[in-house]
C-alpha cells in the first residue's frame, strides 16, 4: 500500500506530514512511501534523507494519487490553497490531516463529496491508547514554548531577578490563561526563564498541575460547575459567567508584565477573557500573546496574524506557531500520523471499523458522506441511521 506525501500548500506552512525517521516503522506495516520532491526542505528534511530510509521521491501528482495522503493540512485547514487538491482525489483512497472539522466543516462535505476516507486529526480521542496519536497536544506543546519566547524578545524587560551593581532587577510576572497543554508547556518555559508565574483555568482539576511547574493557581469566586468535557476540554459556559470572569481577572491582568491566553474551546468562538479596560491597565510596554486568536481571541483587542499596539501594549495574534519551529514540529507529528497509520491498516487494507473508538471518532468522511456526528450538526445535517 502507498502513503503520499505532497508539499504543504497553506501560506506560510512550513511543515512536513512524514519526516524520514518513521519510514522504517511504517515499512514495518507494508506501507511504501512517496514524497513529492521538497516537501520537507522548509521543516530540514532534505530529499536525499527520504530516499535514503526508502522512501520514492516523486511529483505532487503522484503523492496525491496514493491509496492514503497524509498531510498536515487537509480539507478545512486548507479551504483556499488546497482546493485543487480536491480534484485529484478518487473515491476509496484514505486522506489524513488537521481538517479544521467544527471550525471549517465545509471541507468536510467537500473532501467527503470526492468519496474519500477522510481522517480528522483533531478529532483523535483523547484516551489513553491515542496519546502516541495526540496531534493537538504535540502541536500546542510547541505553541505554548514559541509563545513564551516571542513574548520575552517583544516585552522590554528580562525575564528573571537579577542582582547587578547597578541595583535589583524584578523578575517578570507572566500571567498564562488556561491551563492546557499549550498553557502548562508556557508556564514550565517562563518559569525556567526566571519569571514570576500565575495562572488561571476554569477548571479546578489543573490546579495541581500548575503549582507542580512552580506557578501560582488563580482563584476566582466563581462557581464553574462542571466546566470540562469528557474529552478534557473545556467547556463553553454562560455569558454572566464570562462577563464576571473578565472583571476579576481584570485585576489579575494589570498586574502582568506578559500574558499567554490559550482558553479555546473546540468549534466554537473562544472565550473573551481580557477586556480593553484590563488591557488599559496593564503596565507600558506589556505583552499579550493571544494563542486564541485563530477564533475570535482571549483579548479584546485581538487580531488574528497582526500585532496590535494599544496604549503602550503589544497585542500578538499568531494562528500557527508550529510552524516557526518547523522541525521538531514536523518530527512530533509524523510520529503522530504515522502512528495512526499504524493502527487504520491492517493486513495492507485500510480498516475502518465502526467498533474501534479510535477510528470512530476520527474518521469524519466516508463512502461519500459525512459521518463524523458532531461535524454532521455543524453542518445542519440529519443524524445517521
Known sequence: MLVGVPRETHPNERRVALTPGVLAALAKCGLSVVVEAGAGELAGFRDAEYAEKGAKLGSRAEALAADIVVQVRS?????????????????????????????????????????????????????????????????????????????????????????????????????????????????????????????????????????????????????????????????????EFYRKQRELLGDVVATSDVVIATAAIPGVRSPLLVTREAVERMPGGSVIVDLAAERGGNCELTKADETVVYGGVTILGPTNLPSEVPHDASLMFGKNAATLLAHIVKDGKVRLDADDEIIHETLAAKGGEVVHPRIREKLGLAPRG
Not at 496519546?131 to 509563545?147: E, F
Not at 488561571?200 to 512552580?214: N, P
Request: glycine share 10%; hydrophobic share 50%.
Open 75 to 239: 480539507a478545512g485547514a486548507n479551504l483556499k490553497a488546497g482546493a485543487s487538491d480536491l480534484a485529484a482525489f478518487r473515491p476509496g483512497q484514505s486522506v489524513v490531516g488537521l481538517c479544521d472539522p467544527l471550525g471549517e466543516p465545509k471541507g468536510i462535505a467537500d473532501a467527503a463529496a470526492r468519496g474519500v476516507n477522510l481522517f480528522a486529526l483533531e478529532m483523535v480521542p483523547r484516551i489513553t491508547r491515542a496519546q502516541s496519536m495526540d496531534v493537538l497536544s504535540s502541536m500546542a506543546t510547541v505553541a505554548g514554548y514559541r509563545a513564551v519566547l516571542i513574548a520575552a524578545m517583544t516585552v522590554p524587560k528580562m525575564f528573571p531577578m537579577m542582582m547587578t551593581a547597578a541595583g535589583t532587577l524584578a523578575a517578570a510576572k507572566v500571567l498564562i490563561l488556561g491551563a492546557g497543554v499549550a498553557g502548562l508547556q508556557a508556564i514550565a518555559t517562563a518559569r525556567r526563564l526566571g519569571a514570576v508565574v500565575q495562572a488561571y483555568d476554569v477548571r479546578a482539576a489543573v490546579k495541581e498541575q500548575i503549582q507542580s511547574l512552580g506557578a501560582k493557581f488563580v482563584e476566582l469566586p466563581l462557581e464553574t460547575g462542571q466546566a470540562e468535557d469528557k474529552g478534557g476540554y473545556a467547556k463553553a459556559l454562560g455569558e
